[in-house]
């Protein structure tokens, strides 16, 4: 035998040698630190650490059953725990501290774990660790391995309640299973009928509000959105999508330049955005009709498709209501929640000539006074060029597309403005590095544009999209996040333009995702996904896609329609109350009802009860005394003992006395005999009293005559 055999033997051996109690204890700590498990990422390291140092120490406790560490230890390790959050938290309150204080007392309660009240309450903070998860992910991964959490727990409570003997995990295992099943209709009651009540339901969505887009810009934040692979929203086209390079869908549109920052312009600012102006598609363009399903956001801007011309919620929901000013989509408030809207696009439109105001265009011509000197410089020198003197703005946009093709720019996320900040980064990008991504070509190229008396903004937003070929899906990652720029062309509106376009095409163009990382040399930005990972992720997103529809997308407006299409006019709180009210209380009298029929039952008249009546009345009349200290009817193996230690005597009991005593032997062999009880043999027990009924009357009888006889010859005499 192997020495790796001979070690799995004598773990086996040292399992099955293990105590009650230890091996309680380990399945209990087994899933406590399955409820810590997801969290070890997000807890300070000296936090993770030590949960796992003292889940390891008491399981080691266990397994060698031996003694618990003292209280002055635990109380020690108690207070530097505290303090470390406190110094790590700057507080021990909120949400974070307070993760890290429950995760370090639960591991702490662990290494006082001696009696069923410590279970109990090391059972109730792993169940609280499991609810926490749902604050970061409520993903159905999530979901299915906090039910198996739940699951383990309760089984360690079900072990709690059995103190006797040494149950088994399986058949405990079982029983909590039956358990949860019977608790699924309540729960999904509940699930459809209790009130959504902030902030109960808007904590989680707070943490998943991720699509990565921002109302302000500042160079280098777009790239770092490049490397979050989060999901920001997945579109669904009604028969041909458009091609890869029409795919973008715009976010804020930022037209204030501070030198640092782009902002939204502010109110009365909004030169050419008329929302009554006139839609120009081209001719022929056809519609494209498409669902989307936003992920919650932080801004009021719906990322739509450009070109979107109408939108509005996808039955059955009915918030949120989307308002269109000019070219660009919002909300009253940001979506808390996932929006799942339909929508009409024409991706070639423009808005027309109507919006135009040569004042209020002056608004996108405004540069701070200071900034980026070198560049403004530049722009114009190439505004007094001969070409581009008298030039409308597509061409001068048409010419500095060709400048930046063949002046040597690159497309790289890593371009150095973190580590050589400056005051003027448009200088340093256009005329320096020449290395950028999106947002400083994006940003650089407005502001040329504004020197050389174009009006123009930024417009950000997500480029691009990924085919799910599970469920056809075209999915929008927070990587494609994007940044182009707009200028106003007179006659026709608004024109997008994308530089990044002009030096890197395949960013616009690519068809199939990719994984793109940080390379300050520019080269290399572009890694093919491995054909496993891509088939893993693409049914993992079709997967997470129905469980946000069907689950987590079940909001209080979904709820509100569930009532209207129950009948109910005009639905409220109130009426989801008393809805559950209703629910909960028809629950309580079918479990009760349930437990009324699985109740034991004692039969109080069996099947032999009646068959022993008749037997103990006819060996009475035989004259027989009744068995002392016994109740009637008394059991054949009863009477037959008594009837051997005192027979009632007679001529009537010395004819039939041996035959009542084989058949009461008979009865009893019957009735408590290794085959199961049934209909036949019932029959045979009461034929069996029948026949010893008859002879008891025989006997009697002869016993009655005998002394009438003899009790005539006395009176003859």
Known sequence: MSASQGSLRAAL????????????????????????????????????????????????????????????????????????????????????????????LASLKTLELRARRDAFVVTALGFFMALTQFIYSQSPLTAALMLVTTWGLLTSLVLAQRPLGRPGLGAVGRATARTMLMGLPVMLVLYVLFPRIGPLWSVPTLQGARTGLSDRLELGQVSELALDDRIAMRVRFEGAAPPPQALYFRGPVLGEFNGRTWLPQRPGQRAGEATDARWLPRAGLPAVRYQATLEPQTVASLPLLDGTVAAQPAPPFSEPRPQLRGRDWYLAQPSRERAVIDAIAYPGVSQGPDGENAISLRDWLQLPPGYNPRTLDWAARQRQLPALREADPRATVRNLLTHIRTAGFRYTLSPGDAQSPTLHAIDRFWLDTRAGFCEHFATAFVVILRAMDVPARVVTGFQGAEINPVDGLHVVRNSDAHAWAEFWQPGEGWVRVDPTAAVAPDRVERTRPAVRFPDAGGAGLVGNVSP??????????????????????????RQMDLLRDLGLSSPDTSDLIRLTAIAASAAALVGAALLWWARPRVRRVSVWQRPLARLHAALLATGAPAPANCPAPAPAATWYAHLRKAPPGGPGWTQHGDAILAELQALDALRYGVATHSARQATQAVAAIERLCRQCEQANRARTGARASDGVQPTGR
Do not use: K
């Open 13 to 104: 051996h040292g399992m099955g040698a293990l105590s009650r109690e230890g091996r309680d204890t380990l399945w209990l700590l087994l899933f406590l630190g399955l409820s810590m498990a997801p969290h070890l990422p997000r807890l300070p390291l000296w936090c993770s650490l030590g949960a796992g140092a003292a889940l390891a120490w008491r399981a080691w406790l266990a397994w060698r059953d031996g003694p618990l560490p003292r209280r002055w230890l635990l109380f020690t390790a108690l207070i530097a725990s505290v303090a470390l959050t406190a110094s790590t938290h700057q507080t021990v309150l909120g949400r974070e501290a307070g993760i890290t204080l429950v995760t370090v």
């Open 532 to 557: 496993l990972w891509r088939s893993m992720r693409a049914y993992l997103d079709a997967g997470n896609h129905r469980w946000n529809l069907w689950v987590l997308s079940y909001s209080r407006q």
